[in-house]
Antibody, heavy 122, light 106 residues
Framework: QVHLEESGGGVVQPGTSLRLSCAASGFAFSNYAMHWVRQAPGKRLEWVSIIFSDGTDKYYADSVTGRFTISRDNSRNRLFLQMNSLRAEDTAVYYC???????????????WGLGTLVTVSS | DIQMTQSPSTLSASVGDRLTITCRASESISNWVAWYQQKPGKAPKLLIYKASSLESGVPSRFSGSGSGTEFTLSISSLQPDDFATYYCQQYKSFSGFGQGTKVEIK
């Protein structure tokens, strides 16, 4: 059974950094691209970033390019999101999500964690 | 960026109703559309991918259709468990979501 569990959220001040983690279990983690998707309070879902299964390719939404870095550790079945220069508009629940398609990503998501809340406020 | 616009934003319905949610893309996206259901405080659940393919384990009362710029999600007979918010997603160019349609009890 696929299980994804995010951690690392919290309340931080604008301009500071935070690192999110996602622990994966129940599937061959190294075979799947993984994503971060966020949802600001009362807002639509927003795709943030993808990392391919072997970690070689990474892409970001324009809203976070240059500030966020996605990474993974396939030996530990973990996904990470390093968030720097945080802004109030980054306040959201951050979900890690598994790509539905094995190896080559389809950019849609069949399993999600419960999310971790990041609040950026002074 | 490809914009996804859903309608209606809110839909009031009763158990047993048939309902349809529409999603329009700002440019042609072939059939690269998925639909999700989200309940308050929960993660989204994949219902439909590639516009009309039913995800494993999803009840057959859910169906999707469309191609190009217009897509629909239909529920043939609304059940109590179906009251939720539904999102369309394009994945022709990275990923983008519609603003959601909340299905509430009439």
């Amino acid at each position: 059974q696929v299980h994804l569990e995010e951690s690392g959220g919290g309340v931080v001040q604008p301009g500071t950094s935070l690192r999110l983690s996602c622990a994966a279990s129940g599937f061959a983690f190294s075979n799947y691209a993984m994503h971060w998707v966020r949802q600001a309070p009362g807002k639509r879902l927003e795709w943030v970033s993808i990392i391919f299964s072997d970690g070689t390719d990474k892409y970001y939404a324009d809203s976070v390019t240059g500030r966020f870095t996605i990474s993974r550790d396939n030996s530990r079945n973990r996904l990470f999101l390093q968030m720097n220069s945080l802004r109030a508009e980054d306040t959201a629940v951050y979900y890690c999500a598994r790509d539905r398609v094995i190896i080559n990503p389809g950019y849609y998501f069949d399993d999600w964690g419960l999310g971790t809340l990041v609040t950026v406020s002074s | 960026d490809i914009q996804m616009t859903q309608s209606p934003s809110t839909l009031s319905a009763s158990v047993g109703d048939r309902l349809t949610i529409t999603c329009r893309a700002s440019e042609s996206i072939s059939n690269w559309v998925a639909w999700y259901q989200q309940k308050p405080g929960k993660a989204p659940k994949l219902l439909i991918y590639k516009a009309s393919s039913l995800e494993s384990g999803v009840p057959s009362r859910f169906s999707g259709s469309g191609s190009g710029t217009e897509f629909t999600l239909s529920i043939s007979s609304l059940q109590p468990d179906d009251f939720a918010t539904y999102y369309c997603q394009q994945y022709k160019s990275f990923s983008g979501f519609g603003q959601g349609t909340k299905v509430e009890i009439k």
